[in-house]
């Protein structure tokens, strides 16, 4: 009979024994790596979540500050207006008075339309003055509301990461 591989007693032999503990090994090692894998890909998306969490706070803090902007705007715009009216009212009385030094009826012809040429260019800058500070707190506001959208998305995102 020809000399086979060593058994004994019909056995597995030391190889056999080898393969089948460094297979119960492997299947270990890799039930740990898939694991650590696992707890690998759940603290990033805990830390996305973190991540998107602040972003959320960020984008919340820029919308009242955004709002807040938008009131200052507002504001400038009010004081704005009343400055160029207190200008144009000392031009204004500046003229009648030059005209009264001239003795010049005041109110009458030529002289009354220079006092309604003052009076509306008056108006015509506040009211531009005032369109400029309202459309400049719009756009404060339009920021606001993106930001607060942002914030939001960002806020479900992080939800969602850590149901997951």
Known sequence: MPAGPAT????ISGLGKASIALQAAGAVSSAIGAFYSVKSAQ???????????HG????????RNAERDAQATLLSGQYEAGKAGLQYG??????????????????VGS???IAASIEFA???D?????????????AHRTQRENLRARGEFAGMS???LRRS
């Open 43 to 53: 603290y990033q998306a805990k830390s996305q979540a973190l991540s998107l969490e």
């Open 90 to 107: 000392q031009v204004k009385e500046a003229t009648l008075t030059r005209q009264a030094a001239a003795g010049i009826q005041s109110g």
């Open 122 to 124: 008056k108006e015509a």
């Open 126 to 138: 506040q009211l531009t003055i005032t369109r400029n500070a309202v459309r400049a707190a719009s």
């Open 8 to 11: 004994t007693g019909g056995g």
């Open 158 to 160: 992080a939800q969602n």
């Open 111 to 113: 002289a009354g339309e």
């Open 56 to 63: 959320q706070s960020m984008a919340y803090l820029n919308a």
